[in-house]
């Protein structure tokens, strides 16, 4: 086990806390001197370039990887949904969305009920994995994840490949479920209007934390804009001004 001495001990209020954080593969540096805190109900969202550690981060957290150096510390009985990236399922294989959500153990009848309509699957239960749209594999997946009734729910790009209209549909589902359950979201997502309309958090990660807080704080920040130009934060900016327009009409 590591032990060391950190400079910033978790927050007592944070549900989840990561301290001088690094993971080291081969002889490369991934991340480094990474620190957050994540507190109840919070909407935290990671953006950084590829290849910058987003989903190694994401992995640390839900302990699929092993840090090198620093530790994360979950409060006592937070339960972590987590929604990967995507899922490979061979389509071979005869499997209908039931079975697929009561592996790797059987969950009550009313509980996958309950899961799939709450991820805005029910119409899917027996539906065969291998004829679902993007869209609907995504919803599967986070019923999956809702299974364990989540304080801190995680996804790793869940909207990858999906078109607008899908990635839209998708994030409702999270804002509702957000509601319900009442738990905390960290999203990796590169859908910056997304970012900017549900995040109340952003990171953005280039190895280091390079720049976080609020939005409108990070897109203005010179090492955002340097990692996605300038014209990218000018349409982030416009889209907060018409977004807090439109909030002043209705
Ligand atoms: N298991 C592993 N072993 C060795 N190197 C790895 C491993 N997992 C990731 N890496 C490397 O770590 C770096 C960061 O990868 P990671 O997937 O965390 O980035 P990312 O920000 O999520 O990228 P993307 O936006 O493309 O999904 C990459 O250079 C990748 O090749």
Redesign the pocket.
């Given at each position: 086990m590591l032990t060391m001495r950190l400079a910033h001990p978790p927050d007592s209020d944070a549900i989840l806390s990561v301290r001088q954080l690094g993971v080291r593969?081969?002889g490369?540096q991934?991340l480094e001197n990474i620190n957050l805190d994540l507190y109840r109900q919070q909407v935290v969202t990671l953006i950084?370039?590829?290849?910058?550690?987003?989903?190694?981060?994401v992995k640390t957290l839900i302990g699929a990887?092993t840090p090198t150096s620093g530790q994360v510390t979950i409060a006592p009985q937070q339960r972590i949904g987590y929604v990967p990236?995507r899922l490979h399922l061979d389509p071979t294989l005869p499997m209908t969305v039931k079975r697929f959500i009561n592996l790797p153990r059987r969950h009550p009848r009313r509980d996958v009920h309950k899961a799939l309509e709450d991820a805005g699957a029910e119409a899917l239960t027996h539906a065969a994995m291998s004829e679902l749209s993007g869209g609907q594999f995504q919803r599967v997946l986070l019923a999956r994840a809702l299974l364990v009734k989540p304080d801190i729910l995680i996804l790793d790009?869940a909207t990858q490949g999906l078109d607008h209209r899908g990635t839209a549909a998708f994030y409702q589902h999270i804002e509702s479920v957000r509601h319900a359950y009442g738990c905390a979201v960290l999203m990796?997502s590169?859908d910056l209007h997304v970012v900017m309309r549900t995040a109340d958090h952003v990171l953005c990660?280039n190895r280091v934390i390079c720049c976080q807080g609020e939005p409108e704080h990070v897109a203005s920040s010179p090492h955002y804009q340097a990692l996605f130009g300038d014209q990218t934060a000018q349409t982030l900016a416009l889209y907060r001004h018409h977004h807090q327009e439109a909030a002043n009409v209705g």
């Open positions: 593969f081969g490369q991934i950084g370039p590829n290849g910058s550690g987003k989903s190694t981060l990887v990236q790009e990796v590169h990660l």
